[in-house]
């Protein structure tokens, strides 16, 4: 009986992987959020705990990264824009009608569990809010698309009462101090303050497109993001800013957990969305899949590797790998370097839904390493590139259904660009019981390819 059941099992897995059709890998995985109304920014105090807010007063909460989502939403005609927690409790979300007449300001000190209305005395859409402590925030804002002019909030008592200075109309606001902050808005405005806001001065961007975002690491290094794929960075507080090219599509919003790692949202209005991520402080960026079509407006991250977007029709989506498919560790250190090829089998497996790979090379070459599904499909590529000799590792998070799949690792020496190797031995297909074949390994001027089975179980 426990034989029928293996097999019957095997032949489940089989079926399972033959009925999705490929699709590309990607180190992002969507998570239901109960809703299809757009969701325009997100903001998690710890890897957890976190707030989505959006179209028509709506509010998401999470206590466990995500997984579930406990919909707090309250009935409104009006949006909510943007959401700031300035520690694990205390919160502020912001936002309106953005044809003006009407304005959202909602607060809560017990993170997110329940919140309660505030005003500024204004009618203007509010679309960003930032508090530097529990009582001392600014809120910038305008109304439909700077039409109707902007204005500029600010509070040192929680929120319980606000100032207001006219602006041109702002969408993002980052304070680096108390006193230090940049606003971002229509048609390439920037502005700055040295005094806590209680005045701000016009900063030359270079540009006349709809700036969206605003993420500064240090008092003098700052990244702006826009329409019309917009990447402004600074170095010197704002004094000057150079343009940067990555992406034809509307940038959205941006966020950094250091120095070197940071990402952008966005997307085209009607078309597809983008993820670009920098590990070098925004001097280059990188395009990331992740799994959907719809524009992403909003970020936040709570370590290199874990964060969150969120866009439209209440799409979420998670990666706790800084959005790579495989996240790879050098081993080397301490360690005598191998003598020879070598792929480990995937520890754990079964698995779900990530697991390890392990692979060693005795000599300086081009590696790949590669996911495929049963019916020989790619979908993902971990490794791809030139490694020095070694032990390594790389983590795969999986966002696939349940099945069987395959890894294969590729290897061609660095002095035999010319190799080309090729798997298995005299035709032979290798070990059918364990999926496992190799070629032949006669040292380090060979070429070597090994690939091995694995089973994730959901």
Known sequence: MRQGLHVFIFAFLCLSVLSNTARAQTGWAQQPSGTTRFLFDVWFTDA????????FGTILRTTNGGTTWINQSFSSSDDLNGVHFV??????AVGGNPFGGSQLI??????????????????????????????????????????????????????????SQPSTALFDVFFTSGSSGIAVGYQGT????????????????????????????????????????????????????????????????VHFTDSNTGTAVGGAGGGGGVILRTTNGGISWTSQPYGSTSPLLGVSFVSPTAGTVVGDNGIIFRTNTGGVTGVEQDLNEGRNLPTGFSLDQNYPNPFNP???????????????????NALGQELASLVN???????????????????IYFYRLSVVPSARRDLVPTEGRN???????TGSTSSPQAGSARGFVETKKMILLR
């Open 385 to 403: 590139e030139q490694k020095a000799p070694g032990y390594y590792q790389v983590h795969w998070n999986a966002n696939v259904p349940s099945g």
């Open 106 to 163: 909602r607060r809560t000190t017990d993170g997110g569990a329940t919140w309660i209305a505030q005003s500024s005395g204004t009618t203007n859409n509010l679309y960003d809010v930032f508090f530097t402590d529990g009582n001392t925030g600014t809120a910038v804002g305008g109304n439909f698309i700077g039409g109707g002019g902007g204005v500029i909030l600010r509070t040192t008592n929680g929120g319980n009462s606000w100032t």
């Open 87 to 92: 520690d694990a409790n205390t919160g502020t």
């Open 190 to 253: 920037i502005l700055r303050t040295t005094n806590g806001g209680l005045a701000w001065t016009q900063q030359m961007s270079g540009s006349t497109s709809n700036l969206r975002g605003v993420f500064f690491t240090s008092a003098s290094t700052g990244i702006v993001v826009g329409e019309n794929g917009t990447l402004l960075r600074t170095t010197d507080g704002g004094g000057t800013w150079t343009t940067q090219s990555a992406t034809s599509a509307h940038l959205q919003a």
């Open 354 to 372: 990530s697991t390890i790979i392990g692979y060693a090379i005795p000599t300086t070459a081009n590696v790949s390493l590669r996911i495929f």
């Open 427 to 433: 035709g032979q297909a290798g070990d059918a019981s």
């Open 48 to 55: 957890l705990k976190g707030v989505a807010v959006g179209g």
